[in-house]
Structures are given as structure tokens and as C-alpha cells.
């Protein structure tokens, strides 16, 4: 069974561009989540999105959206890039919520965004 | 804020001694999950234990876990150089199901 992939791994953008990350689940899962790791914030969680709908969000301005397709897959997209946005930004997923019982979310290799 | 923090920051221990992290943490939670990060790539999930448990065991690596101290520690006994990586933990807020992470054990095994 093939892992989580994320498109691309790296990426460099400049202030005020627009970015748009893919993740793909692993085949099954329903669920995916997106973080961001900074080395000074440390993992921080954006949003988790469950059959097509946002159901939990981390504390990101409005810049920071996503969405899931009917296929699981999902993407994220940040506008107006700032400098403090370049990360590393990883994300996982799991059959169910993440929160939900004893569940595991499997993370993918991350995308690693740069922005000059 | 982080809901979980690790102790220590940083760790360097040599091959084939135990090592210990530990994880406080601030609400109740569901679970309370460590995973594993090797220099800046995806996590690997190590191990997971439910509140209402007290101890798991994982191979190599023993997990604890406190909830009237709202701590856990993972040992890892017999350290290897592969085993060196980034430590942290997760936990599954009772409140509102988000998992949240700490920043970590910068964990480096001495040859």
C-alpha cells in the first residue's frame, strides 16, 4: 500500500505570491490533516478535513485555506506569502477523525516552502 | 499555545545506554501519541496509549502515562544510531479532538 505523497517537496516563492500544496492520502483513508514545522513554533496544526469538509482548525489566518476532493486528496493553498510562512508543511492521514479513538495518522514526507 | 511539551530539548546519549524523554501536558486527553522525525522528513508513528492506560510497551520502547500529572515518558533501552531522530508527542485534546504536538527531543546517539 502506497504511503502519503505530497507534491511538490520543494518550493521556493516570494513575498506576496500564492501557494497551492496536494497531499494524497494513503488509499482508504477519509481523513487528512495539514501542519506546519517551524523551528521555532515547532509542528503546528492548520485544518483536518474529513469527506470533503473542514472539521477542525488550527489558529492560521484567513491567508492559510484548504480543501478535500471526493477522492480524499486534498490541498492547501496560502495567498500573500510572507517571509515567516517558509516551513516545512507535512501532512497526514487516517481512516477516521484524527481525534477519534485510537486512530494513527500516517504522515507524508512534507513540502518544504521557502519564501524570499 | 503547545499543548505538549518535551523534556529534555536535547539529548546525547552513547550507543547502547537507555534513553528517557519525557511530556507534560495541559487538558485532559483522549490518547496521547510519540512519533519519531528524522531530520526534517515526515513523522513515523512510534506508539499510542490510551488515557485509561498506564504503560505500553513497543519492541525497544516503553511508553508511561500520568494523567493526575498529565505526563508521559518514552524509554527507548538499548540505544542504536539509527535510533537518532526527533522525538515528540501528540496529544488528542478531550475538549475538541485536535491533536497537538510538542516541540520535541532532539535525541543524538553517540557511536
Known amino acids: 500500500k502506497a504511503g502519503v505523497t505530497q507534491t511538490p517537496r520543494y518550493l521556493i516563492k516570494t513575498r506576496g505570491q500564492q501557494v497551492t500544496l496536494s497531499c494524497s492520502p494513503i488509499s482508504g483513508h477519509r481523513s487528512v490533516s495539514w501542519y506546519q514545522q517551524t523551528p521555532g513554533q515547532g509542528l503546528q496544526f492548520l485544518f483536518e478535513?474529513?469527506?470533503?469538509?473542514?472539521?477542525n482548525k488550527g489558529n492560521f489566518p484567513g491567508r492559510f485555506s484548504g480543501r478535500q476532493f471526493s477522492n480524499s486528496r486534498s490541498e492547501m493553498n496560502v495567498s500573500t506569502l510572507e517571509l515567516g510562512d517558509s516551513a516545512l508543511y507535512l501532512c497526514a492521514s487516517s481512516l477516521v477523525l484524527a481525534g477519534v479513538g485510537t486512530d494513527t495518522q500516517y504522515f507524508g514526507p512534507g513540502t518544504r516552502l521557502t519564501v524570499l | 499555545s503547545q499543548q505538549g511539551e518535551e523534556d529534555p530539548q536535547a539529548l546525547s546519549i552513547q550507543e547502547g545506554e537507555n534513553a528517557t524523554m519525557n511530556c507534560s501536558y495541559k487538558?485532559?486527553?483522549?490518547?496521547l501519541q510519540w512519533y519519531r522525525q528524522n531530520s526534517g522528513r515526515g513523522l513515523v508513528h512510534l506508539i499510542l496509549i490510551r488515557s485509561n492506560e498506564r504503560e505500553k510497551h513497543s519492541g525497544r520502547l516503553r511508553v508511561t502515562l500520568d494523567t493526575s500529572k498529565k505526563s508521559s515518558s518514552l524509554l527507548i533501552t538499548a540505544s542504536r544510531a539509527a535510533d537518532t531522530a526527533s522525538y515528540f508527542c501528540a496529544t488528542d485534546a478531550l475538549k475538541d479532538d485536535k491533536i497537538i504536538f510538542g516541540k520535541g527531543t532532539r535525541l543524538h546517539i553517540l557511536p
Open positions: 478535513y474529513f469527506s470533503e469538509t473542514q472539521r
Open positions: 487538558t485532559s486527553i483522549n490518547n
